[in-house]
């Protein structure tokens, strides 16, 4: 829970967010040793532009504890599963991730820490739960970074929470409040989640039911209402659902019971109250500088500081 004297909270999907600097950045951007720090500095750059562009006066970078939850697997085994590194202790999971990437981890931690950013995460959840449970008790609006659609369901006019996202590299950001999501996608913040449900998503593992596509999926729910509503849609024979729909859905019904629970992001985690209001100074000058000469950090640092003390006096 965010110690709320705060306006507008922003709420960063570090990994997301790092993995796209990552490539976005080429690896040419080296520390004065020759250690690629593109993902260090890229990450740098684009909070630095986030904080200009919109102006936060409390931000959080939030973190993947458990990746890959077991108690998400359990419902579903194939949840990213086709992301577990190969070269690993069996029954351990571990992120499969470029080998010039890892290191560059806990640099962004470090460099973070003494900058004075509030990194939040919490065990066995993933980022996507503590950025739910944030925007959840937010006392004002909140601004979602997240290069992930699953956090489209946490969008909420009503309460100011948005979504900030990244298309075509870092360069440039898609905002996403409920008139875009359903211009879109044809649903609401809520029904994203059922609509990522029916579809499934490749890149998590989610098989979705199959010959349900996107457009499909958003009229069945703009027809039925929500998940719970297309289901028992199936009982009645007059519902208008087609007999390959009907089949399609009837033969998914184990996936339907359990997909939901993993698809929606938690709202309601346990988290302790942290201070994430920006600093206007770097709360560990000497650790900062001391970065900054071990990894060249030269420009994206200096972008950041800048950022910050040009918002705190604004």
């Known amino acids: 829970m965010i110690r709320a004297v705060t306006t507008r ?8 967010l790092y993995f796209r600097a990552y490539h976005g950045v080429p690896d040419s951007v080296r520390a ?13 750059d684009f909070i630095a532009r986030l904080v200009a562009d919109h102006h936060p006066d409390a931000l959080v970078a939030c973190l993947d504890e458990d990746w890959r939850p077991a108690w998400r697997v359990a419902l579903i085994p194939t949840y990213k599963a086709h992301r577990v ?11 499969e991730v470029p080998d010039t990437l890892t290191p560059q981890v806990p640099v962004i931690a470090a460099v973070l820490d003494a900058v004075g950013i509030l990194r939040q995460g919490a065990a066995e959840h993933e980022a996507d739960d503590v950025i739910g449970t944030l ?14 659609r699953d956090l489209f369901q946490l969008i ?3 309460r100011g929470v948005r979504v900030l996202y990244p298309v075509r590299g870092m360069g440039n950001l898609a905002v996403f409040d409920e008139a875009a999501l359903r211009d879109r996608y044809g649903v609401d913040g809520p029904g994203y989640a059922d609509l990522a449900t029916l579809r499934g998503d490749p890149s998590d593992g989610l098989p979705g039911v ?5 457009k499909t999926a958003a009229k069945l729910l703009d027809r039925f209402g929500d998940l719970p509503g297309l289901v028992a849609a199936l009982a009645d024979p007059t ?6 729909q009907h089949r399609r859905l009837s033969e998914s019904l184990d996936y339907l019971a359990v997909a939901p629970q993993v698809v ?16 206007a100074t770097p709360r560990d000058p000497a650790a900062l500088a001391a970065l900054d000469e071990r990894w060249g950090l030269g420009g994206s640092l200096n972008r950041l500081l800048t950022a910050l003390a040009a918002r705190a006096s604004a």
């Open 264 to 279: 929606r992001v938690v709202t309601d985690l346990p988290l302790p109250v942290r201070d994430a209001t920006l600093p």
């Open 210 to 214: 199959p010959g349900i596509g996107e």
């Open 85 to 95: 590194a190969e070269e690993v202790p069996q029954g351990a999971d571990v992120e």
């Open 135 to 148: 925007s959840r008790r937010a006392p004002g609006p909140v601004d979602i970074v997240t290069g992930d």
């Open 32 to 44: 004065p040793d020759g250690t690629p720090v593109n993902a260090v500095r890229g990450l740098l």
């Open 156 to 158: 909420d006019d009503s």
């Open 239 to 244: 519902s208008g659902l087609t007999p390959a």
């Open 9 to 16: 909270l922003m709420l960063l999907d570090t990994a997301s």
